[in-house]
């Protein structure tokens, strides 16, 4: 496994235990260094998720804009954009 794949599964744990700003430092830094990395939608997908589950839908909405705008053709982006719409 490769370092961006282990920031990934921990930037996925900290969404889900509600550890958010922890996530977020991660997927910052992953998009800075290895913006192509595999996996880095999806782990958006998940803290904007998170973001809406803890009532912050603003934010939850800015993670869904921000998959959309620089992963436009990622199966991710289509969720995210239904998601935006409702």
């Known amino acids: 496994m490769d370092t961006a794949q282990l ?6 744990m900290f969404s889900a ?3 958010l700003d922890n996530a977020v430092n991660i997927l ?5 260094k290895v ?3 595999p996996g880095i939608p999806t782990a958006l997908l998940r803290l904007a998720r998170a ?22 053709e990622s199966s991710e982006a289509q969720v995210a954009r239904k998601s935006l719409q409702n």
């Not at 910052?28 to 800075?32: A, D, E, I, R, V």
């Open 35 to 37: 913006p192509e990395s």
């Open 7 to 12: 920031y990934l599964q921990l930037s996925a």
């Open 28 to 32: 910052t830094l992953l998009m800075k």
């Open 51 to 72: 973001y809406r589950q803890d009532g912050m839908a603003l934010k939850g909405n800015k993670c869904m804009q921000l998959i959309c705008h620089k992963y436009p």
């Open 17 to 19: 235990t509600g550890h």
